[in-house]
């Protein structure tokens, strides 16, 4: 660690150093105080402002990120049309976090920048970890929301983490050792995967404590992604794998997964609900929909035909309905289209044959850890309005910027390197 900090501060302007520890802090709390992470964010936002304005940096973001801006820029014209302007553009707040991207690919200018930055990342994760078991036999509360503001939130932000891990470890067995590897890389290989499945162990028993079902269907996503990253052929083991995770888990566990199937489950019942009223919605606002965070005004007329229980909802429960019917068909189209963007090159990245050689920082790593984590979100999205959580959107941001931070770091290592 101490050689980590070396590398960190050694021989570099103030600016850089305060850019990358503001955003290793904002990793630090990302799974413990939202306060505080958005906090660091918003300072690291700030001095790489000034370094902009200094001409000590200049805008760097990859591609995906013009698809946000659209998505943004189309959800302040929803806002302007919206059936409550004041909600809608007080809510549009949040749409600075798609800030963190540029942010993210400025701080990361050395190895150690992103070696900090992850481990910042894994010690929330175990602190956030630890204190949900704590919290699992010390408090009466069936589903566990540790240091989070509502369970939904730990399942989204665990189930990221989750699935940046299971990338990973899929990653590094793929990766054969250099025939001159000595003793160092192998017991730093050890050390890594040791690191790696404890912080899995961890957050996934804060995850399974949520019980919440979308969470683990998108996790079952992030699985299949690193699984075919690594060996396509090995796909057909995951319904085995499956089956002995079932056999192996607690009753109220096995209870909660098999309610997914049942629509005498009233949370399905009421997701039904939720997709027939946004459909109808949609129809109703097509271009530029209600308004963000109006939904849940406009979803109250009866015409709608959400029960008594639904209409206490603040959202859909699908990222997809909720996005349509609050800033309309354009804007959906536009996070389509950085959804696909950033699976598009999170993939190249993945597919460019490693330079080099480093642990958890490796480019290639870190894409398939994006891959799974992107995905994870998608497909829990189905069931959840999880990209409206901020918590959760800011560390998605982060996580798929990481890679094209580390193929700079590998391009820039290459152009320096003696010919």
Aim: glycine share 8%.
């Amino acid at each position: 660690m101490m050689k980590i900090i070396r590398d960190f501060v050694s021989g570099r302007p103030a600016g850089d150093i305060v850019l990358a520890s503001a955003l290793a802090a904002a990793l630090l709390f990302s799974m413990i105080s939202i306060s505080l992470a958005q906090g660091f964010l918003a300072i690291a936002l700030i001095v790489w402002l000034i370094l902009l304005a200094r001409g000590k940096r200049r805008f760097e973001t990859p591609v995906f990120f013009w698809a946000l801006a659209a998505y943004a820029g189309l959800s302040l014209l929803s806002s302007a049309a919206s059936v409550n302007p004041r909600i809608s553009f007080w809510d549009s707040r949040d749409l600075l976090l798609i800030l963190a991207v540029p942010v993210t690919l400025a701080a990361v200018r050395r190895r150690a920048d992103l070696t900090l930055a992850l481990s910042a990342l894994f010690l929330s994760a175990a602190v956030n970890g630890v204190y949900a078991v704590f919290c699992r036999f010390a408090t009466t509360a069936e589903r566990i929301r540790a240091f989070m503001g509502h369970y939904m939130t730990q399942a989204g932000l665990t189930a990221l983490f989750i699935s940046l891990v299971l990338g990973l470890l899929f990653a590094g067995f793929g990766r054969r050792k250099s025939a001159a590897a000595g003793r160092a890389e192998v017991k730093g290989i050890r050390i890594e995967r040791a690191v790696l499945a404890a912080g899995f162990l961890l957050a996934s028993a804060a995850n399974i404590l949520t019980y919440t079902r979308g969470a683990w269907i998108g996790l079952a996503a992030a699985l299949a992604v690193a699984v075919f990253l690594w060996k396509p052929k090995a796909l057909i083991l995951l319904p085995v794998i499956a089956a002995l995770g079932f056999l192996a888990a607690p009753k109220p566990v096995k209870d909660r997964a098999l309610s997914i199937f049942t629509m005498r489950d009233d949370s399905n019942v009421a997701r039904v609900q939720y997709f027939k009223a946004g459909v109808k919605i949609i129809s109703d606002y097509p271009l530029l929909g209600t308004g963000p965070d109006t939904v849940d005004m406009v979803f109250q007329d009866e015409k709608y035909g959400l029960g008594y229980l639904a209409k206490h909802n603040v959202h859909l429960h699908s990222n997809i309905i909720q996005i349509a019917a609050e800033r309309g068909l354009v804007t959906l189209a536009a996070w389509l289209a950085f959804i696909g963007l950033a699976l598009a090159g999170l993939g190249r990245l993945w597919r460019l044959p490693e330079t080099g050689f480093s642990f958890w920082a490796a480019r290639r790593k870190l894409a398939a850890g994006g891959l799974a984590a992107l995905t994870s979100l998608f497909v829990a999205g189905f069931f959840e309005y999880n990209f409206g959580d901020s918590e959760i959107a800011q560390l998605l941001f982060i996580l798929i910027t990481l890679p094209f931070a580390a193929r700079r770091l590998e391009r820039e290592s290459h152009e320096s390197a003696p010919s």
